[in-house]
């Protein structure tokens, strides 16, 4: 029997409006974008608000021009977007999120702001409390999970802190191509690079208060730029990833690189940017180059077995992934890519 | 104006397509509560006590333990052996054994008082997998010739070891029953989600000591089975009953998908070892082979399981001398059970990879090792039946050869490794051996004003059980298809047409069926269009205001069998089967993808050629699912995957092209020479896969599921 608490519901008009209601309840609230993890989440009783405040009606929020993308877009509306088409590892990313269905509800502020996940956590109540409950908890009435004292993690039973890991598939994509989000609260409004929206700790994943709403996502301009989102799953639907590689080259005409970023998804709590993709800078995408960078990158890879239960084989295809999406990056024939890269090929957006 | 081999329209499809059809969770009777189970959190161990917390307000809750099975009730489940008691008295003997049972008025405060009850254990070592199994539960020897001599024929020996997981039946609506307490407190109700009302009264009956008027049994809509729903509901519509009566209100009981996983039955877990010997142009003279399955915690149905799998694990090959021997070993996890295939898909999964390995050692190519010993009519089977008519494997090969024409490969190289293998098997239809004559099933028709009604205890699982019937009965009685309905399996309304399980549904019943309406239309008198049937059957009833026409089965004449000594006639009738597989292995993910599988099947004649194809299609997708992706991860006793974001079936995506083929050689004794189709789809398609992943990567698995971690471990071995 899976049913959520109780709880009230407000669906505004206006940003102004939500940033409100937002300050007004407090943590209590919680956004209620496309609900498709929130709402699970909340018949396992792992977010348990006492309000909920819909992004529905909020018009404000579907806008989508000049690399502004509002948060309240589909991910199958950013899928199927020409204007994104420079942006592949967006699209990319984008398409390859659970299945069409859950695509069509599901919004990219959703998807960015996505709950980490964790073996022991994604359970209903009976579940949890059967094991005891974890260090992650929901907390009551609350909206955002809380640290449980007297929980220990499961996963690494001794460690201080919890290792739920971050499974968004656009956060990764999005910080290679450099994106800023805003952020408005009634205090006003901010800008931050993305990957400063995330903490490497399972529990509080997101830097920003509970009372401030993502607005927008800012694109910086994509000339000269080539990105790719490679996604490891175990099937063709539905899963999310067990490990992502995003990453973003602009070259030089001669193939020299100018500017590089790597980010590695679903290996820790938060997207891994890998600072060593800045040594490419300077030189063309070499077979030497990119696979000292796959090693670097296989390095920070440290997958638990807290989302998927194989360790070594994730680690492994880290290393093969980051080659492939530098290669195809490079201009190699994705045909020589293997099934991901084909796969990648037959999502590429119509044009 | 025939419809068998027409696909009519679904007798049930309207209703589950327009959201008519009631699933048990659709249901309510008034003042109904709520049941759960509180289960064991050890694999093994006693019950030092059972605490409830005396803080708690434990008002409006119905508490029962097994002291509250009634005088004259026993607390076991009947099955084959009297070991398994529907609620633990003072032993655990796996995770997850029902303990307690509660119920309340409103199902959210069950979880807050489960908590508040604490049960004590001394936990006792516990055996979790076949590997340290040594407790035998049911063992069997089939034996033909001499194993010694055949031997000493061999140009070669060749032995290998196969391993099979676990698999989930994973029917999309969970088990669920809602018990019923009569006013008069000595009888009881069931509605649930089941394959075999009967089974479930059988057990009501034991367990609480009533008879058969006492205990009713009704089939509510099921969303599937699988065998799923062989045995299990039997234990469920029993706590729901005890909690009935102990509350003396309406009790339902619907698992959550994660209870559904982590405590009902699975596929047995297999070992299958071959030791054989071949002379050099690969001709089998000599099959020894060892069949162990994990029984888990109590024998439930394994006994019938190893029977079936035993008996077809030397595949459909001829061999002058063989030994098959068959262990059942106990583990302490939840008991496994009844799966689509019931033992044969495990053991056909070994004979087919030894084929190759046969082929491979002798440098023959697998297709004509297979041509060489493939059954043909007069061969003698391991347990000494002669197969005569209706013998069909070389032609199920050559076919299967002539659909898979090869696909042109792509001209670039994209880095892709592919390969392509192929599985042979057979699939014995109805009971093992003497069963279906033990079962001495019963099934009829009854006449009404408006039209014809079967009774049958049958149950519509989402196969097409009730469009089929009525299509055997419609064109033996030659009337429309739409003047034959079926009533709803109720124990009260319909006779024991034997459990809907083991491919017998269409081939058993569907013939008691037939031989009903042939008494049928010998009360009526010749009649020559289906308006004179009308008029005569109105006549008739004027007389008598029901009429029913019940018949029983009648066993064909030259079938004999010995329990004992496991030789004879083991089934009346086989599907025979061929499955080549088309499999793409990605080396840098190490993932492996069956990109096309074609399916050619003997099953004697398709009465609904569309559901026949369906049940192909479908058996065939769930043994892709078994062979690369449905791995049932156990932790300390327990499933650690029990949800469907770890346990992962194949989406649309992943489901490979399947050709189907379906061949017509009838049996004599079927309805129009109709076999069985349910089970045998799933025999073959896990070893095509497998031997097709062998082709094209070089490296041999000999386990499934061929996940790719253990392709990787495998590649990074050579
Ligand atoms: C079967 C299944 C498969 C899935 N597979 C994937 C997958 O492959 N990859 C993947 O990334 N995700 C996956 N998901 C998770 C989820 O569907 C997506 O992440 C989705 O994008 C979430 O967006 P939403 O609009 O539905 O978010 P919601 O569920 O509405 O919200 C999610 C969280 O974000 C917060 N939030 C929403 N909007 C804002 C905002 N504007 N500002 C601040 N906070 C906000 C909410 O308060 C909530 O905490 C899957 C879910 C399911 C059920
Ligand atoms: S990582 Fe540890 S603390 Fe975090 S949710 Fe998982 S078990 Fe709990």
């Known amino acids: 029997m899976m049913r959520a608490s109780p709880f009230s519901y407000f669906a505004p008009i206006t940003i102004g409006e939500v940033a409100k209601i937002l300050a007004g309840e407090g943590p209590r609230a919680l956004l209620l974008a496309g609900g498709t993890d929130l709402i699970p989440n909340m018949k396992r009783r792992t977010q348990t608000p006492a309000v909920l405040v819909s992004l529905r009606r909020v018009a404000e929020l579907r806008g989508l021009a000049n690399g502004r993308i509002g948060s309240a877009m589909t991910l199958s509306s950013i899928a199927e977007s020409p204007h994104l088409s420079p942006h592949r590892a967006l699209i990319r990313a984008a398409a390859q999120v659970a299945t069409p269905h859950i695509r069509n509800a599901a919004t990219l502020g959703g998807n960015l702001c996505l709950d980490t996940r964790c073996n022991y956590y994604n359970q209903n109540y009976e579940w949890r409390q059967a094991i005891d409950f974890c260090m992650k908890r929901a907390s009551d009435g609350g909206g955002h999970p809380v640290r449980n ?42 800008e931050l690079p993305l990957n400063d929206l995330y903490c490497d700790d399972g529990i509080a994943y997101l830097t920003k208060p509970s009372d401030e709403l993502l607005t927008e996502v800012v694109l910086p301009d994509a000339t000269g730029w080539r990105s790719t989102y490679w996604k490891l799953r175990r099937r063709e639907a539905f899963d999310f990833p067990v490990l992502s590689v995003a990453a973003a080259v602009k070259l030089a005409s001669d193939g020299t690189v100018l500017d590089a970023r790597l980010v590695l998804g679903a290996v820790a709590s938060h997207p891994l940017l890998i600072a060593e993709a ?74 | 104006m025939k419809c068998v081999g027409k696909n009519v329209l679904r007798a049930e499809g309207e209703d589950k397509v327009t959201g008519r059809a009631k699933y048990i969770d659709d249901l309510s009777f008034p003042g109904m509560i709520y049941g759960h189970t509180v289960r064991s959190s050890v694999a093994r161990g006693r019950i030092l006590s059972v605490a409830r917390d005396p803080a708690f307000d434990w008002g409006g809750f119905t508490l029962v333990d097994h002291r509250a099975i009634p005088p004259g009730g026993r607390n076991i489940v009947a099955m084959i052996v009297e070991d398994q008691p529907f609620l633990a008295v003072d032993e655990v003997r796996h995770r997850e054994e029902p303990i307690l049972l509660i119920a309340h008025a409103d199902p959210e405060r069950l979880a807050e008082a489960v ?120 234990i469920l519509a029993g706590h729901a009953a005890l909690l009935a009566c102990a509350a003396g209100r309406p009790v339902k009981m619907v698992y959550d998908r994660l209870e559904d996983l982590v405590a009902t039955t699975k596929r047995h877990p297999a070992r299958i070892r071959h030791r054989t010997g071949v002379q050099r142009d690969g001709t089998l003279v000599a099959m020894e082979i060892e069949v162990d ?57 070994g004979i087919e990879l030894h084929m190759d390995r046969i082929a491979e050692e002798l440098g023959i190519d697998p297709v004509a090792l297979r041509q060489k010993n493939l059954y043909a009519s007069g061969d003698v089977t391991a347990t000494g039946q002669r197969l005569d008519g209706s013998v069909s494997a070389h032609e199920v090969l050559e076919r299967a050869l002539q659909r898979h024409v090869k696909k042109k490969r792509p001209k670039k190289k994209d880095g892709l490794l592919r390969g392509t293998g192929v599985a042979t098997f057979f699939h014995g239809s109805g009971f093992t051996g003497g069963g279906e004559v033990k079962l001495a099933s019963r099934a009829g028709i009854e006449l009404t004003p408006r039209n014809v009604r079967l009774l049958v205890g049958s149950t519509e699982i989402g196969q097409g059980t009730r469009t089929m019937h009525a299509q055997i009965v419609a064109d033996t009685l030659a009337i429309p298809y739409e003047w034959v309905e079926t009533a709803d399996p109720d124990t009260a309304r319909v006779p024991d047409s034997g459990p809907t399980v083991a491919s017998r549904t269409c081939m058993v019943v569907g013939r008691i069926l037939q031989r009903a309406a042939l008494d049928l239309q010998q009360a009526l008198g010749p009649y020559r269009t289906p308006d004179e049937f009308r008029r005569r059957s109105r006549k008739l009833l004027a007389k008598r205001p029901a009429l029913q026409f019940i018949a029983q089965y009648d066993r064909p004449g030259d079938i004999r069998w010995d329990d004992a000594t496991y030789q004879g006639d083991a089934y009346g009738a086989y599907a025979w089967g061929c499955n080549i597989a088309d499999v793409e292995v990605d080396p840098i993910t190490y993932q492996a993808r069956c990109t096309r599988l074609t399916a050619v099947i003997d099953i004697g004649k398709a009465i609904h050629p569309l559901l026949a194809c369906g049940q192909i299609e479908g058996g065939s997708l769930q043994a892709v699912g078994w062979a690369l992706y449905e791995e049932v991860v156990m932790r300390d006793g327990r499933m650690a995957n029990g949800q469907l974001t770890n346990y992962i079936i194949p989406t649309t995506l992943d489901t490979p092209e399947i050709l189907v083929e379906l061949v017509e050689n009838p049996y004599p004794h079927g309805p129009f020479g109709a076999k069985g189709v349910g089970e045998c789809p799933v025999d073959g398609p896990a070893a095509a896969i497998l031997n097709a992943i062998r082709q094209a990567t070089g490296v041999r698995l000999n386990a499934i599921p061929a996940t790719p971690e253990k392709i990787m471990q495998a590649m990074d071995a050579r």
């Open chain 2, 115 to 234: 908590a508040h009850i604490e049960v004590h254990y001394a936990p006792e070592p516990a055996v979790l997998d076949l590997e340290h199994a040594t407790t035998v539960l049911k063992e069997l020897t089939i034996s033909k010739g001499d194993l010694e001599q055949g031997f000493a024929q061999a140009d070669r020996v060749v032995e290998g070891s196969y391993f099979t997981g676990a698999q989930e039946q994973l029917y999309i609506e969970p088990n669920g029953v809602i018990a019923v307490p009569g006013v008069d407190g000595k009888s009881i109700t069931v509605y649930g989600s089941m394959q075999c009302p009967y089974y479930v009264q059988r057990a009501l009956r034991l367990l609480l000591g009533l008879d058969e008027t006492q205990v009713r049994v009704v089939q509510t809509t099921t969303g599937g089975g699988f065998g799923g729903k062989e045995e299990y509901p039997s």
């Open chain 2, 293 to 349: 399955l994990d029984g888990g915690a109590y024998v439930t149905l394994s006994p019938v399981v190893l029977s079936r799998a035993s008996i077809h694990a030397t595949g459909p090959y001829r061999a002058p001398h063989v030994r098959v021997r068959g262990r059942v070993l106990q583990t302490n996890t939840p008991p496994t059970g009844a799966f689509r295939g019931f033992g044969a898909p495990q053991s056909q999964f």
């Open chain 1, 278 to 351: 800045q040594e490419l800078v300077g030189m063309p995408l070499s077979d030497d180059a990119i696979e000292r960078l796959a090693a670097a990158a296989a390095r920070f890879a440290k997958p638990l077995d807290n989302t998927d239960f194989a360790l070594g084989w994730r680690k492994r295809v880290a290393r093969a992934y980051v080659t492939g999406a530098l290669r195809e990056l490079r201009g190699d024939d994705p045909a020589t890519l293997g099934l991901l890269a084909r796969r990648a090929t037959a999502l590429r957006p119509l044009s």
């Open chain 1, 149 to 190: 004292e007297d929980g220990v993690c499961w996963v690494a039973p001794g460690s201080p802190r919890c290792w739920a890991v971050s499974s968004s598939d656009t956060a990764p994509a999005l910080i290679a191509l450099g994106a800023t989000v805003t952020l408005v609260s009634i205090a006003g409004r901010r």
